[in-house]
């Protein structure tokens, strides 16, 4: 037995490990092009006018044909009959497409979204009850950052199906502030107060002019909504500083803010 073993090493066992060194280097050399191609893409994506979002599943699909054309290459080095792999790949694809779905609708999502294009990289969009800053369009997600820094994650086959809502769009966005002051303030008075208050903070005067309107009378107060236009990248900082200006304004202008009181009349 040693003897046949000794025999078959000196006949065969040369020219297998042969074809194995053969199929190893095949897969070292085919790696470090993958990662070559992979950086050549990156750098075609970063000149292209291609949204930066849409790079990572760009990328992502690239790398996985490339992997698989490489598995098929070391196979066939090996002996393999690729065709018989082919064949079985397919059966399988069709497998594995029926039991992954959600993947595939996924995936799909994601070339609806690179031709549709409803936002662009770093927008500020709601999809699906979520909000927040376009980070990238991957192979299955897309992915939003909060501005309390949250990632979230949002199926393709998803934001394809939602309603998508792009306040980033027009380059401007409107700020709506309810502001509710009492029944003995006049109601000019309130809403001049309210106009100046937005006018001192870096509104826009296009599309319109800040203005503020007297909107229902409630049961303890009056409410009042004031509007202005800023600039998309300015929306928080001006909510924030108008917000807390208002209730310094009023009181300089001698307007109460009301809440919710309850007046009793005794009679003798």
Known sequence: MLEELKIWLATSGASLLAVVLKAIIIAVIGL?????????????????????AAHSLLKGLA????TVLLALIVASSLGVDVT???ALASVLTLAVSLALQNM???????????YTHPFSSGDYVEIAGQAGAVQEVGIAYTKLMTPDNKLI??????????????????????????????????????????????????VLTEPEQPYAVLVSY??????YTL????KTEDYWAALFAVNQKIKA????????????HLNVHIEK
């Not at 992979?38 to 291609?50: A, M, R």
């Not at 790398?63 to 490339?66: D, P």
């Not at 709506?176 to 001192?200: E, G, H, K």
């Not at 304004?249 to 919710?260: I, L």
């Open 32 to 52: 470090f092009v993958i990662r070559a191609v992979n950086k050549l893409l990156d750098k075609v994506l970063q000149k292209s006018k291609l949204e930066k």
């Open 63 to 66: 790398k996985t044909v490339l």
């Open 84 to 86: 018989g792999i082919v």
């Open 104 to 114: 595939l609708a996924n995936v799909i999502g994601g070339f609806t979204l690179l």
């Open 153 to 202: 994650s949002i199926p393709n086959s998803a934001v394809t199906a939602a309603q998508i809502v792009n306040y980033s769009a027009s380059g401007c966005r409107r700020v709506d502030i309810d502001v509710s002051a009492s029944y003995d303030a006049p109601t000019q008075l309130v809403i001049d107060t309210l106009v100046s208050t937005a006018n001192a903070s870096f």
């Open 218 to 223: 409630g049961e303890s107060c009056i409410n």
């Open 227 to 230: 509007r202005f236009w800023v």
């Open 249 to 260: 304004d009023f009181d300089a202008a001698g307007v109460q803010m009301s809440y919710p």
